[in-house]
């Protein structure tokens, strides 16, 4: 018996009947007078009995008439946590102890039992609730019963502690409410977690509960609930490596995979934690792991007010929760997961950029019937490949015809070939591909109709799915939009039409002209050649041209002077490799049997990046021309040779006439020997463009044999600036040398007739006089060339005319020359360069209109086949 803080125990008191109990009123005169009325057997009988009644397990509570309480045990006095005061009256002590029913409300006097009791009722087992002094509920069943005595005398309270019973009861109901509540939410997983806090709050009358989530790659805990009572602590981690020391409880648990407790922070914590612990009221704590199949979902962790040991039963108790929890917190996720999954896929299916529609199959009932389908599923651009018929069911509604059988539907052609395929990829189970279709699309509801006017080219793919037993309960029909494949290939159609009549054209252009076309690719295959090349040839076709080799008999290329025009210099072969060219050849005609001449074309084809893609060539023929040509230069040569015997004759005659008069002769008249003397001028200038004109000849045919010898070159030219110094007074003709003496082999005839020639054109080209300077520039070294420069102050030569200066009868006409009534046949340059060709020298000019021009003639001091 364990004795109160009050002094004597309740039985000490009993057995000593003189002292009075508690305060002294009038009521508690009675009960008084009866005790002092035992006899002295009878006192040790109450003795005996006081001794029972301590040692009862049951809480004893007596109340007198008045309802006081008058005498209580050791068991009642634990129950209620404290000795309960003497002489408070019931319907104060159900006040001070807010004695409740277990559903928490407060009893009302009337129904207290020990007023009952006291009113004559028997009370058996009335279960309520307590509260005690420190706050604890103890749940006790109460039996009341009047003490009668002849008479009432008060009422006797017995008291069983049913807290362990009720606490059981509360979590089994407790358990069952959170495995019917996981059971039945609607797997939202912030739901389930929300469920698993408040509930376990409720079971275990926890301060604070908190449900930390794993995350096995980074081994972390992160809190996703938490149940107070208190506000937010903010210095709880809300993520906590478990791994990370100090361990808290939550991370014990995760490692563990075992319960974490703390069963009393004051004798487990200390210092800051402690302070803690007592600031937010915690008692107790424990962590327990939350698993599934040995697999850490996270921790369920929560504080009690006060300390509290877990016995094994109530660790038992918790584990089961945590598996429950574990197991509702899994599914929910694995739910989220696979709904999270499902929704992409479905909205992945609805916005497919291709129409998708789902059909159930519905097996034939007898071997005669069709088989039918139901629409079970379509997309938003599903309507687009729905023919007609089946459109006008769905009455623009998405799912207008969803649940439909189609057989019946369908009465267009269009249903009922997409009803074909579908049975054929039913009976074949392959995939089908279906055809073409054109259509608009479709103006149901929530289908794109952004471009309602547009017709789109469809085409479908006819899937079957079939189950694992290979059966085939679904079609899926895939409308694919492939209207820019449609239009792609109409355009290319277009364009190979176009091209089509715009190649015939051309051929039809190319083979009618007669001049010889030759188109031929980038790798100098011949590609067309019209008629008139093929004429020449004398072959059919392309084909048969190309398989000739090149050069064979029929295909002779020459250059105009004869030499065969190597591969590498045809046309065709120099365009491809870029140049633009117009050339001159010989061939030989192998329909005619001679040789024709042509003026050939050539340039590269490019595409529009510029590449070059291939060659043309336009040969036309010029064989007339150099006929007519050559005729022209036969007959000036003829002409000249012709006018040469009488201008010889002439010029011997005026010599002697000359010679014969005498300066002294009075009797002749003074205009004869000035006109004789005019009459040689003419005769020698006459016949100076007979020599030009023979030269041509010579040249053409090949006969400008040169006669080298050693010259004297600056001796030479200081000759003939002496002599065209001579024969001007408007100019002055100046002279430098360096060195003094230039030794070479030339032909000194022809060197002079080159000199002669640009000195007079330099005197002929100045008309209002100036400078002729020439110059001489040789620097000693034989091999080396010689500079003689020729540089007049005339009325010079325009840019574009000098590429054709030295071209045989070109007369560069400007309006100065005409101004200046200048003669001349146009061969003297022609001549000038092909004598300075011939000493393997060059000619070169140099001019400015209205200033004058440098005419520059270079010359080997040994040209090679000189001997
Ligand atoms: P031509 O007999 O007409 O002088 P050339 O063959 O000597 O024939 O010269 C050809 C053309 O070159 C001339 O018609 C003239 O227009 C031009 N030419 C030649 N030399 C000069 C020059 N020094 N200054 C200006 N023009 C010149």
Excluded at 11 to 18: I, P, V, W
Excluded at 223 to 238: C, G, I, N, Q, W
Excluded at 265 to 286: C, D, K, P, T
Excluded at 659 to 686: H, K, N, Y
Aim: contains cysteine; charged residues 25%; glycine residues 8%.
């Amino acid at each position: 018996m364990v004795k109160t803080q009050r002094g004597p125990s309740r039985a000490d008191q009993r057995l000593d009947s003189t002292t009075p109990v508690a305060e002294t009123s009038e009521e508690q005169q009675e009960p008084e007078r009866t005790v002092t009325r035992e006899t002295g057997a009878l006192i040790r009988e109450r003795a005996t009995i006081n001794l029972l009644v301590d040692n009862l397990s049951e809480g004893v509570i007596l109340l007198d008439r008045q309802g006081r309480v008058v005498d209580t045990n050791e068991a009642a006095d634990r129950l209620f946590g404290e000795p309960i005061p003497l002489g408070m009256d019931s319907i104060e002590f159900a006040r001070h102890y807010r004695v409740a029913t277990p559903d928490g409300s407060l009893v009302p006097p009337e129904r207290e039992p020990g007023r009952r009791a006291l009113a004559g009722e028997t009370v058996r087992g009335q279960e309520l609730s307590i509260e005690r002094p420190d706050g604890r509920r103890a749940y006790v069943s109460i039996s009341a019963s009047p003490v009668v005595d002849g008479e009432l005398r008060g009422a006797l309270l017995l008291l069983r502690d049913i807290s362990e019973r009720v606490r059981r009861d509360r979590e089994a109901a407790a358990f069952q409410l959170l495995s019917q509540q996981l059971a039945g939410s609607e797997l939202d997983i912030n739901a389930v977690y929300k469920t698993i806090v408040s509930r376990i709050s409720e079971i275990t009358g926890a301060g604070v509960v908190r449900l930390l989530l794993y995350e096995s790659e980074t081994r972390t805990l992160h809190r996703v609930a938490r149940h107070s009572s208190f506000p937010l602590d903010l210095r709880e981690p809300v993520v906590q490596n478990i791994d990370d020391e100090p361990a808290t409880l939550d991370t014990l648990a995760a490692r563990t995979h075992l319960p974490a407790v703390v069963p009393e922070f004051s004798v487990y914590a200390a210092g800051n934690e402690l302070e803690m612990a007592r600031a937010q009221q915690v008692g107790s704590s424990i962590a327990l792991p939350l698993l599934v199949r040995d697999d850490l979902v996270g921790t369920l962790s929560y504080d009690l007010p006060e300390p509290h040991t877990f016995d094994d039963a109530e660790i038992a108790f918790l584990g089961m929760v945590a598996t429950q929890s574990a197991i509702a917190i899994h599914n929910a996720t694995v739910f989220q997961q696979r709904s999270r999954e499902r929704a992409f896929l479905a909205d992945l299916i609805e916005h497919l950029p291709a129409g998708l529609i789902v059909f159930e199959r519905i097996p034939a009932v007898s071997q005669r019937a069709r088989g039918d389908y139901r629409v079970s599923m379509m997309n938003m651009l599903a309507g687009t490949y729905l023919p007609p018929s089946l459109l006008q069911r769905a009455q623009g509604r998405r799912n207008g015809l969803v649940g439909l059988r189609i057989r019946r539907l369908a009465t267009d052609e269009r249903a009922e070939r997409l009803l074909g395929w579908l049975d054929e990829a039913v009976e074949s189970g392959q995939i089908v591909r279906g055809e073409e279709v054109q259509a608009q699309p479709a103006a149901l509801e929530g289908s794109d109709t952004s471009d309602p006017q547009g017709m789109r080219f469809w085409i479908g793919t006819i899937v079957p799915l079939r189950d694992r037993r290979g059966e085939v309960h679904e079609v899926v029909l895939l409308a694919t939009n492939i209207t820019e494949q449609v239009v792609t290939r109409r355009r290319i159609e277009e364009l190979v039409r176009i091209a089509g009549t715009r190649a015939a054209e051309l051929e039809a252009t190319v083979s009618a002209m007669n001049d010889a076309v030759t188109v031929c690719d980038s790798e100098g295959t011949l590609r067309i050649v019209n008629r008139a090349a093929l004429t020449t040839y004398g072959v059919e076709s392309v084909a048969q041209l190309a398989r000739m080799p090149i050069p064979c008999e029929r295909i002779q290329l020459r250059h105009t002077n004869g030499t065969p025009v190597l591969p590498e210099e045809r046309p065709l072969t120099r365009a491809l490799a870029g140049e633009t060219l117009q050339h001159d050849y010989t061939m030989f005609h192998h329909g005619l049997g001679r040789d024709i001449h042509r003026r050939t074309s050539a340039a590269p084809v490019l595409d529009a990046s510029g590449t070059i893609i291939g060659a043309v060539a336009v040969e036309t023929d010029i064989t007339g021309l150099i006929e007519v040509d050559r005729l022209k230069d036969e007959f000036f040569s003829m002409a000249a040779h012709e006018l040469r015997t009488p201008l010889t004759a002439m010029k011997g005659y005026v010599q002697i006439l000359l010679r014969q008069l005498s300066p002294f002769d009075s009797d002749v008249e003074p205009i004869i020997p000035r006109a004789l003397a005019t009459l040689r001028d003419q005769g020698d200038r006459m016949e100076r463009l007979i020599n030009e004109l023979l030269d041509v000849a010579r040249i053409d045919t090949g006969q400008l044999d040169l006669r080298f010898g050693a010259v004297e070159l600056v001796g030479l030219v200081e000759q003939l600036v002496g002599e065209t110094g001579r024969s001007t007074q408007r100019h002055t003709v100046t002279l430098t040398a360096e060195p003094r003496a230039i030794p070479g082999r030339w032909d000194r005839d022809r060197l002079a007739q080159v000199f002669a020639n640009l000195l007079s054109n330099a005197v002929k080209y100045s008309p209002e006089g100036g400078t002729i300077e020439v110059s001489l520039r040789w620097d000693g070294d034989p091999a080396h060339t010689v500079a003689v420069a020729i540089r007049d102050q005339g009325v010079g030569i325009e840019p574009d005319a000098i590429p054709r200066l030295f071209a045989r009868y070109s007369r560069v006409g400007s309006d100065s020359r005409n101004h200046y009534q200048i003669s001349g046949l146009g061969v003297g340059l022609y001549i000038t360069k092909q004598i300075v060709d011939a000493h393997n020298g060059t000619i070169h000019v140099a001019s400015t209109p209205g200033h004058g021009s440098t005419f520059t003639v270079t010359l080997p001091m040994h040209p090679k086949d000189t001997g």
